[in-house]
């Protein structure tokens, strides 16, 4: 039998993206039935022919995946890395077989269990012991296999009090725990886990670690995303690195980690689809111009379906490796934040001439309410804090640890 699991050869994905014309000042009604008249007959025509219906007067072909190849034998743990729409996602829904690639070919070997999105593979009306044995038949076990790793699912998962409730009422950290729970207790022979478990707290992210790092060692497979510098370079192997669909980076874990901080493309800000469902970060923007004397800016843009209560955000650096030098929220410095009752917005965090080692640092950011978490967003910008060289405004005290230093929380 071949010590290959996964084998990727030549894996592409394009989409077509659809865009509106640019509208001129006066438009004729000729040109307007004209132009709704040729979008009908294109997207008739695709329908006819099974392709992709595509919104909009101009369409283009967009790849998210290009001639990616790699394999992954048996009992290894590989961690995907790369910017957000590097094309990470698109590649595990191709793995797991959700969507099909346009060209080149996926070869697995072995029953695959996949967790890409809270709430995958659940239906909301049915309860959570519905929904063991639901995902459990998905994923391709029989009852009495479901039946004998129950216990150990509804343990894993802390839910025994909610075992009967709908799912539906569940929050999305309850989801997490049940859905992971589900699909690393069925005994797959490859687990794949896109970014979902920074849902769960921190207690439960580390059972989760630890439960893949057995599996690991049963001599399973894992693909892992994530943007968890540091999770990649303790638990992963290997590691392959996505840069605009393309395969930048395939090998030790460690130098993959080192490829990525080296290679992230300089941004000041970055910016995020809302979630209607959950308040959600949409923009986080750095002032690039007090970076150099180390002070740090970053504002914090929110939408919420509805108003929030308290609007509470939270920043924090890491080095590449992933060890947290410095991080700030309203609770700890600047007192209580005022912004409340508002459902768009943003909040600002200030601080200033912080005493750490000028160099490149990883910028992650969350918002919330008191006790609640709403979103995180990872490692959203590589910043280049302080002077590389020549003679620093202040001698900065860090080396390798956290370093308290305070900041100021304002409303923009």
């Not at 009306?125 to 150990?152: H, P, S, V």
């Not at 687990?191 to 769960?200: K, T």
């Not at 939270?314 to 991080?327: K, P």
């Not at 978490?373 to 060289?389: C, F, I, M, N």
Request: glycine share 8%; with cysteine; net charge neutral.
């Amino acid at each position: 039998m071949s010590d290959v699991a996964i084998s990727v050869e030549n894996l592409s994905k394009s989409y077509l993206v659809g865009h509106n014309a640019r509208r001129e000042s006066y438009t004729a009604l000729r040109d307007v039935i004209a132009r709704h008249v040729h979008n009908l007959v294109r997207k008739t025509k695709d329908m006819a022919s099974g392709r992709q219906i595509v919104q909009g007067d101009e369409v283009e072909e967009f790849w998210a995946l290009k001639d990616v190849s790699f394999e992954v034998k048996r009992g290894e743990v590989l961690g995907v890395i790369g910017r957000n729409g590097a094309g990470k996602s698109t590649l595990l829904k191709i793995l797991s077989r959700i969507t099909e690639p346009s060209e080149g070919r996926v070869t697995i070997s072995g029953r695959v269990a996949s967790l890409l999105e809270v709430g995958t593979g659940f239906h909301p009306e049915l309860t959570g012991r519905e929904n063991i044995f639901l995902n459990g038949a998905i994923l391709g076990m029989t009852r009495q296999e479901i039946k004998r790793k129950f216990d150990e699912i509804v343990a894993f998962a802390e839910v025994e009090k909610f075992l009967d409730t709908p799912v539906k009422r569940y929050s999305s950290g309850m989801y997490v725990r049940l859905a992971f729970a589900v699909a690393a207790h069925l005994d797959p022979e490859i687990l794949i886990i896109d970014e979902v478990l920074s849902v769960g707290d921190a207690l439960f992210q580390r059972k989760c670690l630890d439960k893949m790092k057995s599996v690991t060692q049963e001599g399973r497979t894992v693909l892992f995303v994530s943007h968890d510098l540091m999770t990649i370079s303790s638990l992963c192997e290997t590691g392959v690195l996505l840069s605009g669909g393309r395969l930048a980076f395939n090998g030790p874990a460690e130098t993959a980690v080192r490829e990525y901080a080296s290679s992230a493309e300089s941004a000041n800000s970055v910016e995020f689809a809302p979630n209607p469902e959950r308040p959600s970060i949409c923009k986080v923007h750095v002032n690039a111009e007090a970076l150099a004397a180390r002070d740090l800016i970053v504002d914090i843009s929110f939408e919420s379906p509805s108003p929030l209560s308290i609007v509470i955000g939270a920043v924090v650096l890491r080095t590449a490796s992933g060890a947290v030098v410095w991080g700030s929220n309203p609770r700890f410095h600047g007192g209580e934040n005022q912004v409340r009752g508002v459902a768009k917005g943003t909040v600002r965090c200030a601080a200033r001439n912080l005493p750490i080692v000028p160099g490149q640092y990883l910028l992650s950011v969350w918002l919330g309410e008191w006790h609640q978490d709403h979103d995180v967003k990872r490692d959203a910008l590589q910043l280049t804090l302080g002077r590389e060289s020549g003679q620093s405004l202040r001698p900065p005290v860090h080396v390798n640890g956290y370093v308290d230093w305070p900041a100021s929380w304002s409303e923009v």
